[in-house]
């Protein structure tokens, strides 16, 4: 039987504010334990939490860029229930009435495109951390995290394969990092994603019994979560049994889900709105200053970069990867007047240098100014395009400009017609063998010639011209 | 009756509290008698009444982006029953 896998996914992401959600602590990753802690985000009774403004911004940009609607009034609302990560014995978050509903993203796979819906954005506080004791049965609790914003988005489940999931996943994270509202950083939690998963056969409508999946945290391992678990969930059916609802945790170094362990009674969050923290209300007014403040998305950008600079889509996806190279390029293209050159430059050289280096743009010792000098040199035919890639070398290991190297080595282009005539007459003179197999027909060796010219020339002959001469000459022979 | 025993000892259970027969038998005469007194509420006519979830009629009350001094380590650490260098140390949940 052919089944179909329906996927939806539960994307949780740190926001960039400099304080927690409803307390001034830090947010800053990486402190000692503890230290970032206050009676508020350590549940201390009596205490009264109030809502980071920024927190709002942030969650509303990120629902507008998702095509969201936006609900006019939200609330938050307690989730209960004990773990040692939870002080208050409750999670602050938003149920009944969450910020922003309806909303999607276009995805493209296969070079097709078609659009993934979410349910729902809302806001809410993150937990804290706990380090399990390997020797001992003890586990360590760092309340630090405790009360750093997150917003949860919550997808359709219109996802068909582990692929799709992923591109999803990419442009959801592109999208964050593209608005500065997430560092988009994996490894330490930034953006962590759990996936729903069942399957059904080709023909049904209605879902099969999905399992859930945690602990996945890179692309890839989401990607591989989820391909094991459709296998696994197939060869149970295929085998007459049935698919049991649990949570199942990633296994990366297996590279197998395992049933989460311990787990008892179906989640029973008993959620109720928090009567410490008033209503949210989002006004027409705010809601446009939002708008204004938003960048130009990764989207968007793309579609520019090929119409109006003429290149082509796979480019302008690459030079769009990020905010940072989308600027850099954009700038070398505008100070060079040649994108196509600009672009080039930037796939090639540039980002072969900085992956390299492992380094990213903003580290780049090639100023866009600098780059956009050298196409220019090479346009005005002061240096040919070989030279041109000895030169950036020398750019990126000093930081020099072009015009600098070029002064320094002597590097400058022979395009005289009366010194390169001469070069070539004697390298005509000096292989009188290859000239009569040449003339007999022998095309092939025009290309040997050229390369005898730049030799001698120490590759600094302008390779057009010796074409032109070279031709001319060989004719009149 | 509205509710059962067996729904207080659920209940009971999601809470982590633990209660005698005599308590349970005596919470599930009370909780039915909360219930029964919430259902007079429902005889009133409500129609057009937005719901409501304060009892305060306050929107938008924010703070600024702006980080303050936290506790000092040993005062945040102070309640705790143990601890381990600068974390609190709880029996391990899973194995």
């Known amino acids: ?477 | 009756m509205k509710i059962t025993k067996e729904e207080v000892e659920y209940v009971a259970h999601l809470a982590r509290l633990e209660f005698t027969e005599t308590e349970k038998v005596r919470l599930t005469t009370q909780l039915n008698d909360i219930l029964m007194y919430m259902d007079k509420l429902n005889r009133v006519n409500t129609t057009g009444v937005e719901p409501m979830s304060h009892a305060i009629a306050l929107i938008n009350a924010f703070r600024q982006d702006v980080v303050w001094e936290s506790l000092d380590h040993e005062l945040s650490m102070a309640n705790a029953p143990e601890t381990k260098g600068q974390s609190f140390k709880v029996p391990k949940i899973i194995d």
């Open chain 1, 1 to 477: 039987m052919e089944y179909e896998p329906v996927i939806g996914l539960e994307v949780h992401a740190q926001l960039l504010t400099a304080s927690k959600i409803f307390c001034g602590c830090s947010t800053e990753f990486g402190a000692i334990p503890n230290s970032h802690t206050c009676p508020v985000c350590l549940g201390m009774p009596g205490v009264l939490p109030v809502l980071n403004k920024k927190v709002v911004e942030y969650a509303l940009k990120m629902a507008l860029a998702t095509h969201c609607t936006i609900n006019e009034t939200s609330n938050f609302a307690r989730k209960n229930y004990f773990y040692p990560d939870l002080p208050k014995g409750y999670q602050i978050s938003q149920y009944a009435q969450p910020l922003a509903e309806h909303g999607k993203v276009e995805i493209e796979v296969n070079g097709g495109k078609k659009v993934i819906g979410i349910t729902r954005i809302h806001m809410e506080e993150d937990a804290g951390k706990l380090i399990h004791d390997e020797y001992n049965p003890a586990s360590y609790v760092d309340l630090n995290r405790a009360g750093v914003p997150l917003i949860e988005i919550v997808s359709e489940p219109d996802i068909r394969s582990a692929e799709e999931a992923g591109a999803y996943l990419k442009r959801l994270h592109e999208i964050l990092v593209y608005m500065e509202i997430c560092d988009g950083n994996m490894e330490e939690g930034s953006f962590r994603c759990d996936a729903n998963i069942s399957l059904r056969p080709k023909w049904e409508t209605a879902f099969g019994t999905r399992t859930e999946l945690k602990n996945m945290n890179s692309f890839r391992n989401i990607q591989r979560a989820l391909e094991y678990e459709i296998k696994r969930q197939r060869y149970v059916l295929e085998n007459g049994g049935s698919v049991a609802q649990e949570t199942r945790l990633w296994d990366d170094a297996q590279g197998v889900t395992n049933p989460m362990r311990g787990k008892e009674e179906a989640h029973d969050y008993r959620y109720f709105p928090d009567p410490d923290l008033v209503s949210l209300t989002v006004d027409e007014l705010w809601l446009e200053e939002i708008k204004r403040s938003l960048p130009e998305l990764p989207l968007k950008k793309r579609e520019r970069f090929v119409r109006d600079y003429q290149i082509p889509a796979y480019d302008a996806g690459v030079l769009t990867s990020s905010r940072a190279l989308a600027d850099y390029f954009e700038a070398v293209a505008k100070l060079s007047g040649k994108p196509k050159a600009a672009s080039n430059w930037v796939m090639v050289d540039i980002l072969k240098f900085l992956n390299d280096d492992k380094r990213e743009i903003k580290d780049c010792p090639i100023l866009p100014e600098s780059l956009a000098q050298l196409i220019t040199l090479i346009d005005a035919g002061a240096i040919s395009g070989k030279m041109a890639k000895d030169v950036i070398v020398e750019m990126y290991e000093t930081g020099k400009s072009p015009k600098a190297i070029i002064e320094e080595k002597g590097m400058v282009q022979i395009a005289d017609e009366e010194t390169l005539k001469k070069v070539i007459s004697s390298v005509i003179g000096a292989n009188p063998q290859q000239l009569s197999q040449f003339l007999a027909g022998k095309d092939k060796l025009f290309g040997y010639f050229v390369g005898q010219v730049m030799k001698a020339t120490q590759g600094k002959a302008n390779p057009q011209l010796v074409n032109e001469l070279l031709k001319k000459m060989l004719a009149e022979t």
